[in-house]
């Protein structure tokens, strides 16, 4: 199983290195939103709620992108059949792909969470930047894990783009409303305070959920 | 496998899609090491029949059973002894041939020298560094062809393998795939007389029904003609 994850993420990584299809366009929607919610909020920063919100959906909104994007090769280029002839534990591609994008997520919020701080984050980043790591980290888990479940749905069916937010909107508000709340405190007017530990908790719970179910019915996903 | 037990073996074997009949009742045996060529109009059966062998459609009536392995339900024993070639290349056009092949090796569990092996023997050794997408599609098919056998299968199924392929490629791919690689071979066909060259049995179809099974020296061209009136 190690073996097939690492050859479909290696796979992954070289088709997103040469086409730049996924990363770059989530990178320029964040950072074109923060430039959005700026101008159209009409304040200079944002703290507390406000600002966990804006972040959160916002990354969310991003993530879709690329779960739209996620098996597209596969689909169009004969991946699957290819995956499919193979000798191999089906559920190895769900894997990889979940990691493949928990990665893309990574790399979007290198600029993206720079980029909130600079256009609309009142309170400091450096004080909060441990805790929002650890949430964002769960968060990503949770896109990551949903997001490759749904877009695996989504490619079978002619509305994949319409399909994807469809689904993968509802199975993400938890997502959402954990992230915010436990960065909420994070992002405090008068300094950073402690993580919402009960949120993270609940964003931890949600994540193993999806991993377990999505790790039962992937195997089904692929059948004709 | 025991020796005396078929390759491949339908028995009433069928697919739909929707409330359309693809293959209707189909029935044979092929032996270890024969060769069956299947001719047929557009939308007679011929790749549904391949694709079903190829465990990437689940049969909806009747047994088939492929190196001894009942399908769907033992499909991941025969995979990885089973070289599908179809329409589709099955290659990333983005990637280039080598790391196409290498992708597909690591799938299979084979040695990346494998990789260099069969890029020599379909003659793209020259051109293995150069996306697919920017390859003439006789190249694209050679590539096709050193994926399929890249993990050197007992069966192979082959759709249509010679299309887009000129004379000298020809003779390059048929060690690996024609009837001397020595492998059982299920192929299509829209060729009457090149298709049963190397053919040990025949069969025709017609709207996802067999309308004649007989060995390959016993067809006329006739009969074939027939087939697509």
Not at chain 1, 139 to 166: F, H, K, S, Y
Not at chain 1, 204 to 223: G, K, N, R, T
Not at chain 2, 5 to 19: C, D, I, K, N, Q
Not at chain 2, 86 to 103: M, W
Request: hydrophobic letters at 55%; one cysteine or more; proline letters at 5%.
């Amino acid at each position: 199983m190690r073996r097939t994850v690492a050859a479909l993420l290696a796979k992954d990584l070289a088709l997103e290195l040469r086409t730049r299809e996924s990363v770059p366009a989530m990178v320029l929607f964040t950072v074109t939103t923060y430039v959005i919610f700026h101008f159209g909020l009409d304040r200079n920063s944002v703290d507390g709620d406000l600002a966990a919100g804006v972040l959160c959906v916002t990354l969310l909104f991003a993530a879709i992108l690329g779960i739209n994007r996620l098996f597209v090769a596969e689909h169009e280029q004969g991946g699957f059949d290819g995956f499919l002839l193979a000798p191999v534990d089906r559920t190895a591609l769900f894997v990889a792909k979940a990691i493949g994008l928990f990665a893309f997520l990574c790399v979007v919020e290198l600029v993206a969470v720079p980029a909130f701080a600079i256009l609309l984050l009142g309170p400091s980043l450096t004080q909060a930047l441990p805790g929002l790591v650890a949430v964002l980290l769960a968060a990503n888990a949770g896109i990551a894990v949903v997001g490759t479940l749904v877009a695996a749905l989504a490619i079978q069916t002619r509305a994949r783009d319409l399909m994807v937010p469809l689904l993968a909107l509802p199975l993400l508000v938890p997502v959402v409303l954990g992230a915010s709340r436990a960065t909420a405190p994070l992002f405090a007017a008068g300094g950073a305070g402690a993580l919402a530990g009960n949120w993270m908790a609940m964003l931890a719970l949600y994540d193993l959920l999806f991993a377990l179910i999505a790790y039962a019915v992937f195997d089904f996903l692929l059948e004709d | 496998m025991p020796d005396s037990e078929p390759a491949v073996s339908l028995r009433g074997a069928g697919r739909r899609y929707g409330e359309r009949a693809a293959l209707r009742d189909v029935s044979l045996d092929l032996a270890v090491g024969q060769t069956l060529v299947v001719f047929g109009p557009n939308g007679a059966g011929k790749t549904t029949l391949l694709r079903m062998l190829a465990t990437l459609l689940r049969p909806h009536a009747g047994e088939v059973r492929v190196l001894g392995s009942a399908l769907p339900d033992d499909g991941y024993a025969v995979r990885g002894r089973i070289g599908f070639l179809g329409h589709e290349p099955l290659l990333y056009r983005e990637l280039s041939g080598r790391e196409n092949l290498r992708f597909h090796a690591r799938l299979h569990g084979v040695a990346t020298e494998r990789v260099e092996v069969v890029l020599e023997h379909v003659g793209m050794h020259r051109r293995a560094d150069d996306p697919v997408a920017e390859l003439s599609r006789g190249m694209v098919q050679r590539l096709a062809v050193a994926r399929a056998v890249l993990h050197e299968p007992e069966l192979l199924l082959l759709d249509e393998p010679l299309a887009n392929l000129d004379p000298a490629a020809i003779a390059r791919v048929q060690p690996l795939i024609g009837a001397s690689s020595g492998r059982t071979r299920v192929l299509t066909s829209h060729d009457p007389v090149g298709g049963l060259v190397g053919a040990d049995v025949a069969l025709g179809l017609k709207a996802a029904r067999v309308q004649w099974l007989a060995p390959a020296a016993e067809i006329t061209l006739a009969k074939i003609a027939a087939l697509y009136a």
